[in-house]
């Protein structure tokens, strides 16, 4: 039989499977050393039927759960018709039925005015497909990023992520992009540097065609910019000609509270670059909003094989139906977000020798361990007790909370108190005294 159990390689083999043929870039499964056969909900499940809470959720890609029983079905419906799969960037019902949703249960109820260019399914071709327009539609060749900031590891938005570890991996150069502390970073006001640059004619910044930035960093350690904080950028670049593009990659989809990381602050960016999550079932699938004025491709500039994916399209569009016609799904993120930061507070308050801080909104929450080792350390306890749980940060010093939404409240519930009793674990053998 097709039994992935009975193909012939016996449990002891197959980690050997993975040594032997598969490249030391692997780095998640460094982690967890565990072969996964199934996933439903927040829950992922091993070939001896090992049971793990999920609080990585393809760091970010599943908002909406592992495996969604209505996302399932509707594309369960369309494979068995035939539908399209590949279809270059024809026409296609799919991705007219995308479109539609996006236009109906997010666009319009937020008076937001976009096209949508599709790009090649993943969130670094949507980087480097909105860099490329912005220096093209203003004629200027950098751009401007924050420190912390990550967009991808492809040669253009590997240039806008602060990050060595990524940056080292290229070899060659990664220029033309100028590096702004983000608000809070080392108690610099980076706006009020930025503005009197632009305005000094021997800084030796050029003028940027673009500003591109996440309100809350997703890999920098869920550092989250103020409202305040993004209305002074957006009016510096109104005034100066510049454009603003939101990577909403991670911090989008519903992951800060709202469909979009950027709603609360009011602010309207020329560009938006989504993925992870907008495909709703994991599947691969990247698109850039613009403003129309902005669309100023000719047919094919920028291109991409994959770029009609056409399941992530059926998926995406059912997806948005369901969570986000009305406010029911917000109103769950914010209970599940109240209940973690209970939990972050609580610990913070506890182990002040452990912790330093809460990180980040929404569900795009962690907590800020006093270096790296003590995260990683944390993270390592959770797995041995049953749940998946990744760190960021420039030290990786963030525990990073990141379950799927759709999580019940019981089972947030159950991982929080296999965090909490981690740190328990942790600070009992640490520091002998714990209140």
């Known amino acids: 039989s097709n039994n992935p159990q009975t193909i012939g390689i016996k449990n002891g083999l197959i980690m050997d499977i993975f040594k032997k043929q598969e490249s030391n870039v692997r780095s998640y499964s460094n982690n967890f050393p565990v072969v996964f056969r199934k996933a439903k909900g927040c829950w992922l499940e091993t070939e001896q039927g090992e049971r793990y809470l999920d609080f990585l959720a393809g760091a970010g890609s599943l908002n909406y759960g592992h495996n969604n029983p209505v996302l399932k079905q509707a594309l369960l419906e369309y494979i068995e018709m035939d539908g399209i799969t590949h279809g270059l960037d024809m026409h296609s019902e799919a991705k007219a039925s995308f479109l539609e949703a996006l236009d109906t249960y997010i666009l319009k109820p937020r008076n937001l005015d976009y096209k949508v260019q599709f790009t090649g399914p993943t969130g670094t071709n949507a980087v480097e497909a909105a860099l490329k327009l912005a220096k093209k539609v203003k004629g200027r060749d950098s751009v401007v990023a924050f420190t912390n900031g990550f967009h991808g590891c492809t040669a253009g938005a590997l240039a806008a992520t602060g990050n060595q570890h990524h940056r080292q991996g290229n070899g ?3 220029s033309n992009v100028t590096r702004i502390p983000f608000e809070g970073y080392a108690g610099v006001d980076g706006l009020a540097l930025f503005e009197t640059m632009l305005n000094d004619n021997s800084a030796g910044m050029d003028k940027p065609a673009a500003v591109l930035l996440e309100t809350v960093q997703g890999e920098g350690g869920l ?4 409202n305040e904080w993004l209305q002074r950028l957006s009016k510096i670049c109104k005034a ?11 911090a989008g989809c519903g992951r800060t509270g709202t469909f979009f990381s950027f709603e609360p602050s009011g602010i309207q960016p020329d560009i938006v670059t989504l993925s992870k999550s907008i495909g709703g079932y994991g599947l691969p699938m990247a698109v850039v909003l613009l403003k129309p004025e902005l669309d100023q491709w000719k047919p094919g500039e920028h291109n991409g094989t994959f770029r009609g994916n056409n ?6 569009a059912k997806a948005l139906e369901i969570y986000w016609a009305n406010d029911d799904f917000e109103t769950h993120i914010k209970q599940c977000s109240d209940k973690v930061s209970a939990v972050i507070d609580r610990c913070v308050r506890r182990f002040p020798q452990m912790f330093v801080q809460k990180k980040g909104r929404g569900m795009m929450v962690g907590i800020e361990c006093i270096n790296g080792d003590m995260a990683s350390e944390i993270a390592k306890n959770c797995f041995e007790n049953g749940m998946v749980i990744e760190t960021a940060g420039p030290d990786d010093e963030v525990v990073k909370f990141f379950c799927p939404l759709t999580i019940s409240e019981s089972e947030l519930d159950q ?3 296999i965090f909490e009793s981690a740190v328990e674990t942790i600070a ?3 520091f002998k005294q714990a209140s």
């Open 172 to 174: 060659s150069s990664l």
């Open 223 to 226: 550092n989250a910019a103020s």
């Open 240 to 250: 100066n000609d510049i454009l603003v593009i939101v990577d909403d990659i991670q």
């Open 311 to 316: 399941h992530a399209f059926i998926t995406a």
């Open 415 to 417: 991982g929080l108190s």
């Open 428 to 430: 009992a053998k640490h």
